[in-house]
């Protein structure tokens, strides 16, 4: 069983893992991109990421998670667009990013 004091470090190294798999290969920030619209990026992906969690703890249709993947790349895009290579935060990317931090955090939660 998780303690209450584990959980942050836990949620913040499924985080970190799965921020730095999604950008190991998929070339994900622009050439240019400022540390500081780098760490935008990261806030946003993190806090849409938490925020999703939730609904994960019930089953969820494949039609509701790829929903939900492309709202993830599209609000990403809009609001990061200045850090991501292409402007656009890619649905493959997007998808990495949401089934690891998922896979992360549901595997040490007890049923």
Avoid at 5 to 14: I, S, V
Avoid at 57 to 70: D, P
Wanted: glycine residues 4%; proline residues 3%.
């Amino acid at each position: 069983m998780i303690s209450i004091e584990q959980k942050p470090f836990l949620t913040y190294q499924a985080f970190s893992t799965s921020l730095i798999a999604t950008a190991q290969r998929g070339k994900l920030y622009r050439e240019n991109a400022s540390q500081s619209s780098r760490g935008a990026f990261r806030r946003v992906l993190r806090s849409k990421l938490e925020a999703l969690l939730p609904e994960y703890t019930r089953e969820v249709s494949h039609k509701r998670h790829c929903a939900n993947i492309l709202r993830l790349a599209d609000d990403l895009s809009d609001c990061c667009k200045d850090a991501l290579k292409d402007g656009r935060f890619r649905i493959g990317s997007a998808q990495k990013a949401l089934n690891l931090y998922l896979k992360l955090n549901l595997v040490s939660r007890p049923y």
